[in-house]
């Protein structure tokens, strides 16, 4: 087994910080404009990111890196409060913890940048039963003025259920499902229906995945707010970190 798939050796990656982080744009679809960066990680090895942090999910090493992205990310923002704000992820596995509340606050005591620059990514990947963690964390997050996004809507039976319990200001809508809908119609509706909801929910949407001009055309036409993909912009290592 790859050492990155362990618990102690992933733990050893982040707290050494063998990775990478890339960043990639997310643009505003009504006037062209970089709105914030997507921090990505990559770690120096053969090993499928997915299967990297999967096994990371499951023995909860996740909250190493994600606490680990936050830090970095308020130090790049206090060193430049007038650049682009940055967008963090953090896995349902970490936010699942009960504990994990009380290090992200910690955490933000040292940001001196507006909280707006500072948006939060909840990811799917993992399928928290009890969400009142996560209910408690992002309602805070808002109160702060965070900036709260919902990663990957669309990819998982977990949606609709985080959708109806969890506070956000961002949907972040699945390339898969933006691809489903350029293709199908039956999907198409579906997500027209969801992009109905933006007043009544207040929240705005995220096209991911739009990989073509074509798809961009089609989610500008749907009324998407943002978008991010390789048509947009490839990621690309991030210039702010030394």
Not at 67 to 73: D, E, F, G, K, P
């Amino acid at each position: 087994m790859s050492i990155l798939r362990t618990a102690e050796g992933f733990r050893d990656h982040v707290s050494e910080q063998r990775f990478k982080v890339l960043r990639q744009p997310i643009i505003g679809l009504s006037d062209g404009k970089i709105h914030h960066h997507e921090w990505l990680v990559r770690f120096d090895h053969d090993d499928h990111l997915e299967g990297v942090l999967r096994p990371a999910e499951v023995s909860g090493v996740i909250k190493d890196l994600d606490l680990s992205m936050l830090a970095q990310a308020i130090l790049v923002l206090n060193e430049h409060p007038d650049g682009s704000g940055i967008a963090i992820n953090l896995s349902g596995a970490s936010v699942d913890n009960p504990n994990f509340r009380a290090s992200v606050m910690a955490c933000l005591t040292a940001l001196e940048a507006s909280p707006t620059k500072l948006i939060i990514e909840l990811t799917e990947s993992w399928n928290m039963k009890d969400l009142s963690f996560a209910e408690i964390l992002l309602a805070e997050l808002k109160t702060r003025g965070h900036p709260v996004c919902l990663d990957d809507v669309g990819a998982g039976a977990a949606s609709i259920r985080y959708l109806r319990a969890l506070p956000c200001n961002w949907l972040k809508i699945d390339g898969g499902f933006v691809a489903a809908a350029f293709n199908t119609a039956r999907d198409r509706e579906i997500l027209k229906a969801l992009l109905s909801l933006r007043e009544a929910l207040d929240v705005r949407f995220i096209a991911e995945g739009v990989e073509t001009d074509e798809i961009r055309d089609f989610v500008t036409n749907l009324g998407f707010d943002a978008a991010q993909g390789y048509a947009i912009g490839r990621p690309e290592a991030e210039p702010r970190i030394s």
